[in-house]
Nanobody, 117 residues
């Protein structure tokens, strides 16, 4: 079982910045990937950014050049710059952990990001 704790959401003005963090703990051998998704009201949950083992991170086109995902051990960060109102959503951390049964997805509880004047 893996527990995920997210933090860093809040209210920010357009053009501002926020940093989200996500820490995974529990029972696992490795965590190959950590990712951030977001879901706006009435919309599906979409991938924002994901770490790639041994490779460069992958980003959604809508955030390319503005958001940066990084990872330090079992903590992932999402640095969000030049925020726009359309970035308003609940942001979820996704962790893929590898243990006895194979690869398993875990989700955080979500953190609200609101970009508004």
């Amino acid at each position: 079982q893996v527990q995920i704790v997210e933090s860093g959401g809040g209210l920010v003005q357009p053009g501002g910045s926020l940093t989200l963090s996500c820490t995974a703990s529990g029972t696992f051998w490795t965590i190959p990937t950590m990712a951030w998704y977001r879901q706006a009201p009435g919309s599906q949950r979409d991938l924002v950014a994901t770490t790639i083992p041994g490779g460069e991170p992958n980003y959604a086109d809508a955030v390319l050049g503005r958001f940066t995902i990084s990872r330090d051990g079992n903590t992932a960060y999402l640095q969000m710059n030049s925020l726009k109102p359309e970035d308003t959503a609940v942001y979820f951390c996704n962790v893929k952990s590898f243990y006895i049964g194979g690869l398993t997805d875990y989700w955080g509880q979500g953190t609200q990001v609101t970009v508004s004047t």
